[in-house]
């Protein structure tokens, strides 16, 4: 893709799409920032802000957006259970709305487009890792559906765009991701800990906190989107983007009591409903077509997570 090209990263503002556009303006792409600010954040880009090939605008993508660009990252949606429960109406909106009207701006532009997908389409799996030919197990109307079913709504939207119009569709399934600039409130399971760890209170797990998840670096989960994007037109996905690697919640409180030095104790509270048992996912295809896998340590990762939110809670932030 020549260095002239213009990308358009919705949901930029947010903690994925901040770490995308950054690496977007390294590799010298002018790069067209899009967010409504309900869960992206102004400080996450300010340091871009000065950068002349960078645009930040304010925009719901659950509304049409006309403007001129070569390369369609589709970030934006909620994707903590604090915030995409908040209005799951909304959340139905960003994902299945929002999906239409970038699909159509692409299809009237001609532009290759990019969907972050979720591991969350596999719902509560039953197959463990999950492979991408995998259906998942997803409970249509449970407190999590709005975002789960919204996501699996809009894979199918692409594969449509895909058949019927021959746009250039890629599909990212994400699985969980960690580092700075995580909101310290969103609820996720790396920050929470994080937080109660610094502040010396005790960390809540959920259930026996036997429960696993896969936890991706966030400059190895934007190193896969990069080179999902730029494959091959025939490699559309859906590609697992993930830490293969599996660690129990139990365990994970367990490393950051450790990396924090804190006296914190560890909680048990009633596990919420529809969460998921396990979650792992199989890379074998991003590995055999993107030659990609994550090469950062989970406890290397969580140190320069915990610097992060070390300096922001000082801050006041």
Known sequence: MPSSDR?????????????????????????????????????????????????????????????????????????????????????????????INMLGLAKRLKARILQASTSEVYGDPTRHPQTEDYWGNVNPIGPRSCYDEGKRCAETLFFDYWRQHQLEIKVARIFNTYGPRMHP???????????????????????????????????????????????????????????????????????????????SSIVSKPLPTDDPRQRQPDIGLARATLDWAPSTPLRAGLERTIAYFDDTLRRGQ
Not at 16 to 27: D, K, N, P, T, V
């Open 7 to 99: 990308v358009l990263v919705t949901g930029g503002a947010g903690f994925i799409g901040s770490f995308l556009c950054e690496r977007l303006l390294a590799e010298g792409r002018e790069v067209l920032c899009v967010d409504n600010f309900f869960t992206g954040r102004r400080a996450n880009v300010a340091h871009l802000l000065q950068n002349p090939r960078f645009e930040l605008m304010r925009h719901d993508i659950t509304f049409p957006l006309y403007v001129e660009v070569d390369r369609i990252y589709n970030f934006a949606c909620p994707a903590s259970p604090v915030y995409y429960q908040f209005d799951p109406v909304q959340t139905t909106k960003v994902s299945v709305h929002g999906a």
């Open 185 to 263: 409130n969103d609820g996720r399971v790396v920050s929470n800990f994080v937080v109660q760890a610094l502040r010396g209170e005790p960390l809540a797990i959920y259930g026996d906190g036997g429960q696993t998840r896969s936890f991706c670096y966030v400059d190895d989960l934007v190193e896969g989107v990069l080179r999902l994007m730029e494959a091959e037109a025939a490699i559309v996905g859906p590609i697992n983007l993930g830490n293969p690697d599996e660690i129990s919640i139990r365990d994970l409180a367990a490393l950051i009591i450790d990396l924090t030095g804190s006296r």
